[in-house]
């Protein structure tokens, strides 16, 4: 069992940047793939980044490529995503997930842990 608390959310201006962090419960964080999902009103939940454990390598979805970062600290049990350039189109409540992936890393049905999430409004 995993539990995940995201934190960092907030409301930042068009252009401007935040960085979320995901912390994780549990002695075995270096072999979960991270993954950050979002959710916007009315909207179907999307993928935006993922991390495999492991080896590091990182995926995006286009819509935030070149602008966001995932990354993460197995010391500290934490992923992060850093957001810059930030378009009010990226306004959403934004989610961790962790599972041992071995499927697709877009996929949510791929993660069996998530956290609450977290609200980030990006105004014009």
């Given amino acids: 069992q995993v539990q995940l608390v995201e934190s ?3 409301l930042v201006q ?4 935040l960085r979320l962090s995901c912390a994780a419960s549990g002695r075995t964080f270096n ?3 991270m ?3 979002r959710q916007a009103p009315g909207k179907e939940r999307e993928f935006v980044a993922a991390i495999i454990r492991n ?3 990182t995926y995006y979805s286009d819509s935030v490529k070149g602008r966001f970062t ?5 010391a500290k049990n934490t992923v992060y995503l850093l957001m810059n350039s930030l378009k009010p189109e ?3 409540v934004y989610s961790c997930a962790a599972g041992r992936v071995s499927g697709s890393v877009v996929a ?3 993660y069996p842990y998530w956290g609450q999430g977290t609200q980030v409004t990006v105004s014009s």
């Fill in 35 to 37: 993954g950050w999902f």
């Fill in 70 to 74: 995932i990354s993460r600290d197995n």
């Fill in 90 to 92: 990226d306004t959403a």
């Fill in 8 to 10: 960092g959310g907030g």
């Fill in 14 to 17: 068009a252009g401007g940047s």
């Fill in 55 to 57: 080896t590091g390598i």
């Fill in 108 to 110: 949510g049905s791929s």
């Fill in 31 to 33: 072999s979960y793939t």
